[in-house]
């Protein structure tokens, strides 16, 4: 598309109609958007299709449209965070991602698990977003929307947010391709927290060389952000064409064994295929994931409950006609119950002192310690990005159950690590997904052992056959 959009053969306003035909045709039944915002869109489009004419120097992305997983504030343009919350807030101002890919056509805020609580994209307040390979299945969250475009095609990219595996296992569900950069890679400014210290956003593609594309536009330092790394980007498209020969990739055979048949099969094929690559296969032993899971939920919990205490309806958001101060700060707090459960177990988190946040944090070091001192032993590590296929959205979840199905994702996010999400087979006509992890900014590498994968196998170009008619 930009090297259709550079020479000429194609314009902005053309591309950006025929993405919005596809995304109004498939929103009755994947529900993926919260709103479809079609004249934002073609204005934008007119914008870079004039300025195009004029000559004028363009990025690469400029005239490509995208949507946006609707926690990232939008000028002018309703984010809700799939909350009654947030019914009707409309920022004042962009997200520093937004500013950034301000010249890409915004085609709609895409939905999720309501502020972002959740992985199967059930919770939303607008209603459950569906797998494009089978509506009745759950695309996964909660950044499942924006997973759920890309797949369908209703999107050439998307923009979500990782948490604790909220970009890599909608990838995953939906057979595209999902990257969580570092943190600190990609400024957080304007982002609506859910959990500070873990929030990070990411970038879900058909391609890691999409992939690379996008992440080169949003990456770098942003003072407003205190969390911001001060380091230089580098050149991630150069990354992409290298080898895998030499690399020494680190396999878990107990998390294997814990996988259900077409995910242990698939990741045992996947590592046979960089061992014929001239990749490096090791045996390593990953003995603290539920650690890693009991510490999540105690820091996520209660940093969620600090971040949501502003949600009063005094500044904004909903806010009830109420005779009293108190009524009124009740009655503005129209969580769903999965929010409510969450801070709940937040405020607990928390406790006398913050004991129990102390204890997640101290945790938090010691597995941060670990996962240094192995990738002193692997340069990447291979693991399932969840032990299962995509499941029923009719089936009633389990609260704990949803929590585990980031079990194998939650590592990168508590030590801050880059990681990437890659289609690699299927199970009952639904896509599988393996997870690559590296060192802290170390994206580069992840971009070419991904796109080294996908010149090897065709899996992330396949597309779900009803939707593609």
């Given at each position: 598309?930009?090297?259709?959009?550079?020479?000429?053969?194609?314009?902005?306003?053309?591309?950006?109609?025929?993405?919005?035909?596809?995304?109004?045709?498939?929103?009755?039944?994947?529900?993926?958007?919260?709103?479809?915002?079609?004249?934002?869109?073609?204005?934008?489009?007119?914008?870079?299709?004039?300025?195009?004419?004029?000559?004028?120097?363009?990025?690469?992305?400029?005239?490509?449209?995208?949507?946006?997983?609707?926690n990232?504030?939008?000028?002018?343009?309703?984010?809700?965070?799939?909350?009654?919350?947030?019914?009707?807030?409309?920022?004042?101002?962009?997200?520093?991602?937004?500013?950034?890919?301000?010249?890409c056509?915004?085609?709609?805020?895409?939905?999720?698990?309501?502020?972002a609580?959740?992985?199967?994209?059930?919770?939303?307040?607008?209603?459950?977003?569906?797998?494009?390979?089978?509506?009745?299945?759950?695309?996964?969250?909660?950044?499942?929307?924006?997973?759920?475009?890309?797949?369908?095609?209703?999107?050439?990219?998307?923009?979500?947010?990782?948490?604790g595996?909220?970009v890599?296992q909608?990838?995953?569900?939906?057979?595209?391709?999902?990257?969580?950069?570092?943190?600190?890679?990609?400024?957080?400014?304007?982002?609506?927290?859910?959990?500070?210290?873990?929030?990070?956003?990411?970038?879900?593609?058909?391609?890691?060389?999409?992939?690379?594309l996008?992440?080169?536009?949003?990456?770098?330092?942003?003072?407003?952000?205190?969390?911001?790394?001060?380091?230089?980007?580098?050149?991630?498209?150069?990354?992409?064409?290298t080898?895998?020969?030499?690399?020494?990739?680190?396999?878990?055979?107990?998390?294997?064994?814990?996988?259900?048949?077409?995910?242990?099969?698939?990741?045992?094929?996947?590592?046979?295929?960089?061992e014929?690559?001239?990749?490096?296969?090791?045996?390593?032993?990953?003995?603290?994931?539920?650690?890693?899971?009991?510490?999540?939920?105690?820091?996520?919990?209660?940093?969620?409950?600090?971040?949501?205490?502003?949600?009063?309806?005094?500044?904004?958001?909903?806010?009830?006609?109420?005779?009293?101060?108190?009524?009124?700060?009740?009655?503005?707090?129209?969580f769903?119950?999965?929010?409510?459960?969450?801070?709940?177990?937040?405020?607990?988190?928390?406790?006398?002192?913050?004991?129990?946040?102390?204890?997640?944090?101290?945790?938090?070091?010691?597995i941060?310690?670990?996962?240094?001192?192995?990738?002193g032993?692997?340069?990447?590590?291979?693991?399932?990005?969840?032990?299962?296929?995509?499941?029923?959205l009719?089936?009633?979840?389990?609260?704990?159950?949803?929590?585990?199905?980031?079990?194998?994702?939650?590592?990168?996010?508590?030590?801050?690590l880059?990681?990437?999400?890659?289609?690699?087979?299927?199970?009952?006509?639904?896509?599988?997904?393996?997870?690559?992890?590296?060192?802290?900014f170390?994206?580069?590498?992840?971009?070419?052992?991904?796109?080294?994968?996908?010149?090897?196998?065709?899996?992330h170009?396949?597309?779900?056959?009803?939707?593609?008619?």
């Amino acid at each position: 598309m930009a090297r259709g959009l550079a020479a000429g053969e194609i314009s902005s306003r053309e591309l950006t109609e025929d993405f919005l035909r596809r995304s109004e045709r498939w929103q009755r039944t994947l529900n993926a958007y919260i709103e479809i915002t079609g004249d934002r869109a073609l204005a934008t489009a007119k914008r870079i299709d004039a300025l195009r004419c004029r000559g004028e120097k363009l990025g690469p992305l400029a005239g490509i449209p995208m949507a946006l997983k609707d926690n990232i504030s939008t000028r002018g343009v309703a984010t809700t965070c799939a909350s009654r919350v947030l019914a009707g807030y409309i920022p004042p101002y962009d997200a520093a991602v937004v500013e950034k890919l301000g010249d890409c056509p915004l085609l709609g805020k895409a939905n999720l698990d309501e502020f972002a609580m959740g992985s199967s994209n059930s919770t939303s307040a607008y209603g459950p977003a569906c797998n494009p390979w089978d509506p009745a299945r759950s695309p996964g969250g909660s950044s499942g929307g924006s997973a759920a475009l890309v797949a369908a095609g209703c999107a050439p990219f998307s923009l979500g947010t990782d948490t604790g595996g909220s970009v890599r296992q909608p990838a995953a569900f939906c057979g595209v391709t999902g990257f969580k950069p570092s943190y600190g890679r990609v400024s957080r400014w304007g982002l609506l927290p859910l959990a500070p210290s873990l929030d990070q956003v990411g970038v879900l593609t058909p391609s890691v060389e999409d992939c690379a594309l996008v992440l080169q536009e949003i990456a770098g330092h942003d003072s407003r952000d205190a969390t911001s790394a001060g380091m230089s980007v580098p050149d991630y498209r150069a990354a992409l064409g290298t080898e895998v020969s030499g690399l020494k990739i680190g396999l878990c055979p107990e998390v294997l064994a814990d996988c259900s048949r077409g995910v242990g099969s698939a990741l045992a094929e996947a590592a046979r295929e960089l061992e014929k690559g001239g990749g490096q296969i090791i045996s390593v032993s990953l003995p603290f994931l539920e650690e890693a899971m009991g510490a999540y939920l105690l820091i996520a919990s209660a940093e969620a409950a600090s971040s949501l205490a502003r949600y009063d309806g005094v500044a904004y958001g909903y806010r009830p006609l109420s005779p009293t101060l108190a009524e009124m700060y009740l009655g503005s707090r129209v969580f769903g119950p999965e929010v409510l459960r969450r801070l709940l177990l937040g405020v607990c988190s928390q406790g006398k002192g913050g004991g129990n946040y102390e204890l997640g944090q101290r945790v938090r070091r010691a597995i941060v310690s670990r996962l240094d001192a192995l990738f002193g032993q692997v340069d990447l590590l291979l693991l399932p990005v969840v032990s299962h296929p995509a499941f029923r959205l009719d089936e009633e979840p389990d609260p704990l159950a949803m929590h585990y199905n980031d079990l194998y994702s939650i590592p990168a996010n508590l030590a801050g690590l880059p990681a990437l999400a890659l289609p690699c087979g299927f199970s009952e006509g639904l896509p599988l997904s393996l997870q690559l992890m590296a060192p802290r900014f170390r994206e580069d590498l992840l971009l070419a052992a991904g796109s080294w994968w996908q010149r090897r196998t065709d899996w992330h170009h396949r597309r779900p056959r009803e939707v593609c008619s």
